[in-house]
């Protein structure tokens, strides 16, 4: 089997290159073939764990999903996570590499070309279709050397491209000619055409806008995509959508605040929180103080736990923490958030920067030494306070002992996880993802004084991907978009 593939590049980021290519995904296998997504070279801290036991960025997870095939880490064989505002962390189909400064990964990015190929090689091997998502914008012309997320790749195995705009954000007609404009002669041959996205109104009331772009472009239009309204029941992969999420409803039974840390990672963890009716969510910004009403604050997780930390105190947090917890409040760190609430943290090999040990938040009785060796998996247990079922993973380094770890959050199929203080009210858990196990989140909120919870996440997420590829197949032109694809080379 050797499948036909097309690429879907962006006139910049957050446009719903993502949400297309899931939609996509979801429309194709319904019509009985197997669909791959792909993604050359992705960057996010929102990462997932992949069958074949690594890491990958989460929307290439729910993609894999929307097309009811297992994810591989060859789906996104390089992921950048960064740990810094001029560093990340590199992972190669699947498994951590190095890290390294954004000069230096500059340099050397050409040499991560063959693991991208490899990967996809494998997936046009073994589906009839490989739907590949770009990443940023091709038209950043500065960058297209040695470039491994748009035209490089496409050229490297001659597959064919189509444009989406974001109309929403305003200035479609001139980012999708202008795209086109500035792309040399071989990368703007590879543009077969081009996708309205995110139309609030009468897509009709763009007829003329659309011909004005096949008119300076060449390029058909395969579709006006209306604004799909569901979109936020799905996971997001980029911190840049925590900007639009709206809090929850004042009147909610329990409150919950989440601190929105400089490098928050999986911050996906909460949306099945947030999909509750009866639980208000709120992600708490940097300058902003801990609303005093809140029942449960969340330290999500960082890519950068020691670094965040330091930024968590410099805006007070620590202070409303501590207050938070002696008015009778409870708290919940996960993964890196959880390293953050115990007594130190060590880094003996200058895994996050320079070798140090850092004093934590003193809320658990814990320790937390950063190793090199790194945790992903998938994993099964139940929670220790309610007995509950959970289904996780995991993806973190180091190890965390202490006394508090005596009172575990979780038994799983790999061990002791995570730890409760002595009054039960602070806990952490390694645990990503253990909110979207229905019995673990309902008997989670009861125990912290919330109403019963019938909501069945799950289903939520697989009746919204179906509900987005009846979208997709309305309104864009499914024929033209396989007639387009090709046979790589």
């Known amino acids: 089997m050797t499948a036909k593939a097309i690429m879907f590049m962006g006139t910049g980021s957050d446009v719903g290159k993502s949400l297309i290519v899931a939609g996509l995904a979801r429309a194709f296998a319904d019509r009985g073939m197997t669909v791959a997504p ?11 764990v992949a069958v074949d036991g690594g890491e990958i960025g989460r929307a290439q997870h729910l993609q894999a999903r929307a097309a009811r095939v297992a994810p591989s880490v060859h789906m996104n064989p390089v992921l950048l996570k960064p ?38 090689r494998r997936l046009r091997d073994t589906h009839e279709l490989v739907l590949v998502e770009g990443a940023g914008s091709p038209a950043e012309t500065n960058l297209r050397d040695g470039d491994l997320a748009n035209f490089g790749f496409a050229r490297a195995v001659g597959i064919p491209a189509v444009l989406v705009g974001d109309i929403h954000r305003g200035g479609v ?34 007829d003329e806008g659309r011909d004005e772009i096949t008119r300076r ?12 309204a569901d979109a936020h029941h799905l996971p997001a992969e980029d911190a840049v959508a925590l900007e639009h999420m709206a809090g929850g409803s004042g009147a909610a039974a329990l409150k919950v605040a989440v601190l929105r840390l400089p490098r928050i990672a999986n911050f996906d963890d909460l949306d099945p929180l947030r999909a509750e009716q009866d639980v208000s969510v709120r992600f708490v910004n940097q300058g902003e103080a801990l609303p005093g009403d809140t029942d449960l604050v969340i330290i999500p997780g960082s890519k ?51 070798p140090q040990s850092v004093d934590g938040l003193g809320l658990l009785d814990v320790e937390t030494t950063l190793l090199p060796d790194k945790t992903v998996t998938e994993t099964k247990g139940t929670h220790s306070a309610t007995g509950a079922a959970i289904r996780a993973y995991e993806i973190h380094l180091g190890t965390t002992t202490g006394r508090d770890c005596a009172r575990t959050f979780a038994l799983t199929e790999r061990g002791p996880d995570g730890a409760v203080s002595a009054d039960g009210r602070v806990m952490g858990s390694y645990l990503h993802g253990c909110f979207v196990s229905d019995a673990f989140r309902a008997a989670f909120l009861k125990s912290l004084g919330g109403r019963a919870s019938t909501l069945a996440y799950d289903h939520l997420v697989d009746s919204t991907l179906d509900a987005l590829a009846r979208h997709l197949e309305q309104h864009v032109n499914l024929s033209r978009l396989l007639d387009i694809a090709t046979t790589p080379t």
């Open 83 to 120: 740990e810094s505002e001029t560093g990340a962390q590199v992972i190669v189909q699947g498994e951590r590499r190095m890290t390294l400064t954004a000069r230096d990964y500059f340099k050397r990015r050409s040499e991560f070309m063959p693991a991208i190929t490899d990967s996809f």
């Open 173 to 206: 007609i001139a980012s999708i000619a202008g795209t086109h404009l500035v792309l040399d002669a071989p990368d703007r041959n590879l543009l077969k055409a081009f996708l309205i996205n995110k139309f609030h109104g009468d897509p009709k009331l763009f």
């Open 217 to 228: 472009t060449g390029l058909p239009c395969l579709g006006v995509v209306p604004h799909f």
């Open 304 to 354: 950068s736990t020691i670094a965040d930390l330091a930024a968590l105190r410099a805006n007070g947090w620590d202070i409303d923490l501590a207050a938070h917890h002696r008015r009778g409040g409870r708290v919940l760190g996960l993964c890196g958030g959880y390293q953050m609430l115990g007594r130190r943290i060590h880094d003996p090999q200058g895994l996050e920067g320079r």
């Open 38 to 48: 792909f993604k050359p070279q992705n960057m996010s801290n929102n990462a997932a």
